[in-house]
């Protein structure tokens, strides 16, 4: 069973920065799963935002985050990464991560374990 806890979420404004970790229970091999970050603002649907392969040497994103978002891994530390530059009142929502056997996917489906979310507001 892997446990995720993610951290680092706040109010901002648009146009400055956060950087969301996402850190594993002790016991997960981390080698063993591809992880992703996904959000989900009120009244929406959940969002592929980006993802990573277990051993960080491919990252995606959600076209809405492509050159503002930054995904990364230490997996001797079993954490998960998300530098978020040059924030919009857009990106405004809860955020997951969410950890998976295999590879990546950008589909909230394929993953089995969630965090709880951290909220992320951003005002204009």
């Known amino acids: 069973q892997v446990q995720l806890v993610e951290s680092g979420g706040g109010s901002v404004q648009a146009g400055g920065s956060l950087r969301l970790s996402c850190a594993a229970s002790?016991?997960?091999?981390?080698?063993?799963?591809?992880m992703g970050w996904f959000r989900q603002a009120p009244g929406k649907a959940r969002e592929f935002v980006s993802s990573?392969?277990?051993?960080?040497?491919?990252?995606f994103y959600g076209d809405s985050v492509k050159g503002r978002f930054t995904i990364s891994r230490d997996n001797a530390k079993r954490t998960l990464y998300l530098q978020m530059n040059s924030l919009k009142p857009e990106d405004t929502a809860v955020y997951y991560c969410?950890?998976?056997?295999?590879?990546?996917?950008?589909?909230?489906?394929?993953?089995?374990?969630w965090g709880q979310g951290t909220q992320v507001t951003v005002s204009s």
């Open positions: 990573i392969t277990w051993n960080g040497a491919s990252t």
């Open positions: 002790p016991t997960t091999s981390m080698y063993l799963y591809a």
């Open positions: 969410a950890a998976k056997r295999g590879g990546s996917s950008d589909y909230h489906g394929d993953y089995n374990y």
